[in-house]
C-alpha cells in the first residue's frame, strides 16, 4: 500500500482525532490516531496487516514463531499479523501496571517473538512489553505497528517495522502550547 492509500483507510474511518489529548506516553498532542476506528472494519484490518507484514524483511519474518501485542491497542492489529504471517497471536495485559501474560497464554523458551502495536509514540509501551515477553522467556526480534509517531526517534531495542510514519507535534506537560491548553484535555490511550 503506498502512504496515500493508508492514510485514506484512516480517514475513511474516521480515525484520525482534532481536539487536545494527552497520549499513553504523557505528552500532549492536537491529534490523535484512534486505531480502533480503522481496525474495526474486518477487511480493512487485514489489508493493513498484509501490507504491514510486507514491511519485515524476509529473513525476520521468517524467523517469526509467535505475534505477541500489548492489550488493548495491540490486540486487534496483532490477531491480524498472525492471520497475514500464519502464526499465533496472543497478548500482554496490565492487570497491575506491569505487563504479563495471562488467559492461559505463555510463550516457549527461546521463541522468536514479533511485537505488534498501534502507535509508537516515545516507545516506553513497547519497551515494557519486550521487557515482558523476555521474563516469559521469549526474544522479541522485530516490532511492526501501524503507526509510528516517534519521528523516528523511538528506540526499542530491536529492529521496528512502522507501515507509516505520522508526525503531529507533541508537548510535554509544561510546554503545551496556549491554544492547545484552553481545549478540555480528552486521554483516550489505553494507560490510565
Known amino acids: 500500500m503506498t ?9 475513511a ?9 494527552k497520549l499513553s506516553s504523557g505528552k500532549h498532542s492536537g491529534h490523535y490516531l484512534q486505531c ?6 474486518p477487511d480493512r484490518a487485514g489489508r493493513l496487516a498484509r501490507a504491514l507484514a510486507q514491511k519485515i524483511p524476509r529473513e525476520i519474518r521468517n524467523d517469526i514463531d509467535v505475534v505477541v ?14 492471520r497475514a504471517l500464519g ?12 505487563f504479563h501474560l495471562r488467559r ?29 515477553v523476555g521474563r516469559e522467556g521469549g526474544e522479541v526480534i522485530a516490532e511492526v505497528s501501524l503507526v509510528d509517531r516517534s519521528n523516528g526517534s523511538a528506540d526499542l531495542g530491536v529492529p521496528f517495522f512502522p507501515l507509516i510514519d505520522i508526525n503531529f507535534p ?5 510546554e503545551v502550547p496556549d491554544e492547545l491548553a484552553a481545549i478540555e484535555i480528552t486521554k483516550p490511550g489505553s494507560r490510565k
Do not use: C, W
Open 87 to 98: 502464526k499465533d497471536a496472543m497478548f500482554l495485559e496490565r492487570p497491575d501496571g506491569e
Open 69 to 82: 501485542s500489548p492489550a488493548m491497542g495491540g490486540i486487534i492489529i496483532g490477531q491480524e499479523m498472525g
Open 13 to 21: 474511518s474516521e480515525a484520525l482525532l482534532e481536539g487536545h489529548f
Open 36 to 41: 480502533a476506528r480503522v481496525l474495526m472494519n
Open 170 to 174: 507533541t508537548y510535554d506537560e509544561d
Open 3 to 11: 502512504e496515500d492509500e493508508i492514510l485514506s483507510e484512516f480517514r
Open 104 to 132: 492461559g497464554f505463555r510463550i516457549d523458551p527461546g521463541a522468536k517473538v514479533l511485537m505488534v502495536e498501534d502507535v509508537v509514540t516515545t516507545g516506553l509501551s513497547s519497551r515494557e512489553a519486550i521487557a515482558a
